[in-house]
């Protein structure tokens, strides 16, 4: 446990200098459930959770010192070698738990952020998952949705014929939805390998992200994400911002919170 925490901790730090930029470079961050009481709805073991208080804490610390973007937005940005002066973060959510639209999403709309959630789409309408019409009002609102397959399965186990399914069959339910395309495709379990990018761009996805930082920004269907640690902290909270900035810096903007 030690090492794994250790291991994030560098992984996020190490985020910016791995993007190869000397500029602020745009940061991904990975959620999933956002609740003191996580379900377990896909895993034998409760959902990768945040605390609503931290998850809170972190939303009103991050709006005034960055702008949020839809992994759509960041991808087209990239696309069209956009630069911003500001941090750039994007948010995302896998699985498609009920409680990103009966906390998470309250507390984005309080502070003017927005973020994408990627559905694990046979568990729309479940007792613990989004609903067809809950996807449809976010959607409304501007939060961004993606594909995380039908059955969140660890893609490369699979044959390229099952693999194909779950993406297109996910990406036309997300998209019966939703009366949009569906472009985004986040890995369960972070599972990719060059088979499993190849599929995703035949099925039509632009873009698609993994669960590890140690990619380039710019390789579009093994995008890097990083975590934020589970506690209340401006220096948790300026390291995931801010990655691999002057311990200095760090310090200084926890410092002015």
């Given at each position: 446990?030690?090492?794994?925490?250790?291991?994030?901790?560098?992984?996020?730090?190490?985020?910016?200098?791995?993007?190869?930029?000397?500029?602020?470079?745009?940061?991904?961050?990975?959620?999933?459930?956002?609740?003191?009481?996580?379900?377990?709805?896909?895993?034998?073991?409760?959902?990768?959770?945040?605390?609503?208080?931290?998850?809170?804490?972190?939303?009103?610390?991050?709006?005034?010192?960055?702008?949020?973007?839809?992994?759509?937005?960041?991808?087209?940005?990239?696309?069209?070698?956009?630069?911003?002066?500001?941090?750039?973060?994007?948010?995302?959510?896998?699985?498609?738990?009920?409680?990103?639209?009966?906390?998470?999403?309250?507390?984005?709309?309080?502070?003017?952020?927005?973020?994408?959630?990627?559905?694990?789409?046979?568990?729309?309408?479940?007792?613990?998952?989004?609903?067809?019409?809950?996807?449809?009002?976010?959607?409304?609102?501007?939060?961004?949705?993606?594909?995380?397959?039908?059955?969140?399965?660890?893609?490369?186990?699979?044959?390229?014929?099952?693999?194909?399914?779950?993406?297109?069959?996910?990406?036309?339910?997300?998209?019966?939805?939703?009366?949009?395309?569906?472009?985004?495709?986040?890995?369960?379990?972070?599972?990719?390998?060059?088979?499993?990018?190849?599929?995703?761009r035949n099925a039509g996805y632009h873009c698609a992200?993994?669960?590890?930082?140690?990619?380039?920004?710019?390789?579009?269907?093994?995008?890097?994400?990083?975590?934020?640690?589970?506690?209340?902290?401006?220096?948790?909270?300026?390291?995931?911002?801010?990655?691999?900035?002057?311990?200095?810096?760090?310090?200084?903007?926890?410092?002015?919170?």
């Amino acid at each position: 446990m030690i090492r794994q925490r250790l291991g994030a901790w560098i992984d996020v730090a190490a985020l910016p200098f791995k993007l190869g930029s000397d500029a602020p470079s745009p940061v991904i961050l990975m959620f999933h459930s956002i609740s003191d009481n996580p379900p377990s709805v896909i895993r034998s073991v409760p959902a990768p959770t945040h605390r609503l208080s931290v998850f809170h804490d972190f939303v009103q610390w991050l709006a005034p010192r960055a702008r949020t973007v839809t992994i759509e937005q960041l991808v087209r940005e990239i696309q069209a070698g956009t630069r911003n002066d500001a941090p750039t973060l994007a948010l995302t959510f896998d699985d498609g738990y009920r409680d990103n639209y009966t906390i998470a999403y309250p507390i984005l709309q309080r502070y003017g952020c927005t973020a994408t959630v990627f559905v694990t789409t046979q568990l729309i309408g479940g007792s613990y998952s989004l609903t067809s019409d809950m996807i449809r009002e976010m959607h409304a609102a501007g939060i961004g949705f993606g594909s995380h397959t039908v059955t969140h399965p660890a893609l490369t186990q699979l044959s390229s014929d099952i693999v194909e399914l779950e993406l297109q069959q996910s990406k036309e339910r997300l998209e019966d939805i939703l009366q949009s395309e569906c472009v985004s495709l986040s890995y369960p379990f972070g599972d990719h390998d060059h088979r499993i990018e190849a599929l995703a761009r035949n099925a039509g996805y632009h873009c698609a992200l993994s669960a590890a930082v140690i990619h380039r920004l710019d390789e579009l269907f093994r995008m890097p994400r990083a975590q934020l640690r589970d506690w209340s902290s401006s220096v948790n909270f300026a390291i995931a911002l801010h990655g691999a900035q002057s311990w200095r810096r760090m310090l200084h903007l926890a410092e002015a919170t």
